[in-house]
């Protein structure tokens, strides 16, 4: 079986249009799922627009920064596991609106805190809220895409990673430059505080509009849920390991490990500049809005780079060295950096790391979810995503260290080029081991 290439009409007995089904499943699914991702990194990320004024406030080192922005991900990553082993026990529709109302809550509550030690707790809590969010999206989208049709599904969900920024990063700066004290609150308490919103809302409506599985989805005639639910058990039991327990132990395989390190290179380097990149800019002497839609230059160049980029591996396949290239192509850019004095130039390098970063997203999870057994995706796609996670911690923790003892930003990026530069090789090493192979994967 493949994933590239144009996906087949497949017809039931009862002419039930395979294609039309799909349609049906990704236009009542994907844009609210995509809407919900769009908040959850507006939550996650906004604290790298609110350090601008929040960290002279509470008195803020650049390595308590880094370290607070980091910290979020050792409790995401330590309940990524057991929280996609909740939604599979209590139903999606119940676990995403859980996660959803939980982060909304304590991303508002970020508005309250008062000094170094409150704000590393309400980070550990927000990471603990809006664990098991993306692996159990993946995991979700599994329960309703056949293998032909979920990479188009998961590069239209992930898409909103960028997007997230493009919209975000202006109004972030937005309230910055005009909320200040309007009401006796400060501009950054109000960036939690209006940004929380969307979350909580998000919630409320996730459980009324999710559908946990195909066979219980109302809006689909009868003949429809039958043909895509037994589509979708057919592809889980051609796989000799479907009937399997996968514990802990069966997951840690050299695959999952393998793929953990891909994925933990380029998530160092996404979180690495999500949580600085604005104070990258404003240490070039913008103001707060300025900054924003600066920031925002290299997520539309990232989204961009994220929808062509998934399409053409679609088409032509080879997801082993289209992912390879992306990394390679994020690497470059961070590099060149450190060879650049000028807030242009710099956006446009970090422009070129962005679209090998994004592109990268939909490709892997494409290429991740090919490669492991149906028994073992439940855990392993979480497991993946937790491990890698803690590079979530390392990138902004590093570019905190960078910052404090130099006292400039100018030698991070460079350091974080060694996460995609990581992957890259990691991947052509997987590429030349899938060709060995007899018969070899075809997906690579």
């Known amino acids: 079986m493949t994933t590239g290439g144009a996906a087949p009409a497949s017809s039931s007995p009862d002419n039930v249009d395979g294609r039309r089904v799909i349609a049906k499943v990704r236009r009542r699914l994907l844009p609210f799922l995509a809407v919900c991702l769009v908040a ?14 929040m960290n002279k406030d509470l008195g803020l080192s650049p390595l308590v920064f880094g370290l607070g922005s980091g910290i ?27 996660i ?47 293998h032909a049709y979920r990479a188009v599904a998961l590069s239209g969900f992930m898409l909103a990673i960028p997007v997230s920024s493009v919209i ?5 700066g ?11 609150v400060k501009a ?38 039958k043909w895509l639910q037994e589509t979708l058990d057919a592809e889980r039991a051609a796989h000799p390991e479907a009937a399997a ?16 390190a891909i994925y933990f290179g380029v998530v160092m380097t996404l979180y690495g500049l999500v949580f600085w990149l604005p104070q990258i800019m404003y240490d070039f002497g913008y103001s707060p809005i300025a900054v924003g839609f600066l920031s925002a230059a290299p997520y539309v160049v990232g989204g961009l780079s994220m929808f062509f980029w998934s399409r053409h591996v679609d088409h032509q396949g080879g997801h082993i060295l289209h992912a390879a290239l992306a990394s390679l192509l994020s690497c470059a850019g961070l590099a060149v950096c450190g060879l650049l004095s000028s807030a242009t130039l710099t956006i446009i390098a970090l422009s070129v790391s962005a679209a090998g970063t994004f592109a990268m997203f939909p490709i892997f999870w494409t290429l991740a979810t090919h490669r492991l057994p149906p028994a073992q995706a439940t855990g392993a796609i979480a497991l993946i995503n937790a491990i890698a996670a803690l590079a979530g911690f390392l990138g902004p923790y590093l570019v905190g260290w960078v910052k404090d ?40």
């Open 174 to 184: 937005f309230i910055l430059e005009f909320m200040q004290n309007v009401g006796g």
């Open 100 to 146: 959803l109302l939980s982060w909304g809550v304590v991303s508002g509550l970020m508005a309250i805190a008062w000094n170094e030690a409150s704000f590393l707790v309400l980070r550990l809590l927000l990471g603990l809220a809006e664990a098991g969010f993306v692996p159990g999206v993946v995991l979700y989208l599994t329960y309703w895409m056949p």
């Open 405 to 444: 003892v130099t006292g400039v930003f100018h030698y991070a990026p460079p350091i974080l080029a060694i996460g995609p530069l990581m992957s890259a090789l990691l991947l052509f090493r997987m590429m030349r081991a899938a060709a060995q192979q007899q018969p070899a994967r075809s997906i690579g």
């Open 40 to 53: 959850n990194y507006l939550d996650r990320v906004n604290i790298g627009f609110a350090a601008l004024l």
């Open 245 to 260: 327990h996968a514990s802990l132990k069966t997951l840690l395989t050299r695959d999952v490990l393998l793929l953990s």
């Open 168 to 172: 975000g990063a202006p109004i972030s």
């Open 72 to 98: 979020f991900f050792f409790s995401y990553a330590a309940f990524e596991v057991p929280s996609n082993y909740m939604l599979e026990r209590f139903g999606a529709r119940v676990w995403i609106a859980r």
């Open 188 to 225: 950054w308490q109000w960036l939690f505080l209006i940004e929380a919103l969307p979350s909580i809302m998000l919630g409320v409506m996730a459980y009324f509009w999710l559908t946990d599985r195909p066979a219980q989805a109302e809006w689909l005639p009868p003949s429809e849920r």
